[in-house]
């Protein structure tokens, strides 16, 4: 429609005699895409809408710019460019969708806008914080369990490797002299194969042990 309007300004202003029925055809046009967004009564042509219906259609949307004007000033005071870019979506995704506006972002970096419905516009965005606060969930979740398994390391490599064994009173029932256990609670002696299984978990909580000590140290 502004790419319409321009072309018809060059028009005017480069025939002489510009043809009436040409010009006319384009303001019914253009008048008419005007009653569609409710920016005029039911003039045929023209701009003529009171000072209090243009306060009423535009009113919102000033208020949405005015308020976003005001966030970015106070971001650029603190020279706080994510400030500027949170305000930026904030009114793309809270102040004009209540007002059956869309505004979509563009590859190159720039936006495109268009009138929409308020009531699918709003669904889309209750849709959106609501995957929003799904992924903030997951990822609070995640880092929930990463650190419960990093105490669980830690608790771990605080017990010596002579005594890993020591408290499974149920399992074993005779050890050597490092701690690793030779007989089954029965009184069993254990097989050589379990034996050596054995072996290589005091091993290993040997080396978790000694690295856990060793950081307790540099720490003291």
């Known amino acids: 429609m502004g790419d319409l309007v321009k072309k018809t300004n060059k028009y005017i202003e480069g025939e002489k005699q510009p043809r009436a029925?040409?010009?006319?055809?384009?303001?019914?046009?253009?008048?008419?895409?005007?009653?569609?967004?409710?920016?005029?009564?039911?003039?045929?042509?023209?701009?003529?809408?009171?000072?209090?219906?243009?306060?009423?259609?535009?009113?919102?949307?000033?208020?949405?710019?005015?308020?976003?004007?005001?966030?970015v000033r106070s971001a650029a005071r603190e020279k706080n460019s994510q400030k500027v870019l949170e305000s930026s979506d904030l009114i793309r995704d809270e102040a004009l969708p209540p007002l059956g506006i869309r505004l979509s972002d563009l590859q190159d970096g720039s936006a495109i806008w268009k009138l929409d419905d308020k009531e699918i516009l709003m669904k889309e965005?209750?849709?959106?914080?609501?995957?929003?606060?799904?992924?903030?969930?997951?990822?609070?979740?995640?880092e929930k369990e990463r650190k419960r398994q990093e105490q669980e390391k830690l608790e771990k490599a605080k017990v010596k490797p002579e005594e890993m064994f020591l408290k499974e009173k149920d399992k074993y029932s005779q050890f050597d002299e490092k701690g690793v256990p030779t007989h089954d609670a029965e009184g069993k002696p254990l097989s050589k194969n379990a034996i050596k299984n054995l072996k290589k978990d005091y091993e290993k909580q040997q080396k978790l042990?000694?690295?856990?000590?060793s950081a307790k140290t540099d720490t003291n």
């Open 209 to 213: 042990y000694e690295q856990y000590s």
């Open 21 to 71: 029925y040409l010009l006319r055809s384009i303001g019914i046009y253009v008048s008419g895409l005007f009653k569609i967004f409710g920016l005029i009564d039911n003039q045929e042509i023209g701009y003529t809408t009171s000072d209090t219906n243009a306060e009423q259609v535009l009113g919102p949307v000033l208020d949405a710019l005015v308020n976003f004007r005001s966030q």
């Open 125 to 142: 965005v209750a849709l959106k914080k609501e995957q929003e606060a799904k992924k903030l969930k997951e990822k609070e979740e995640k």
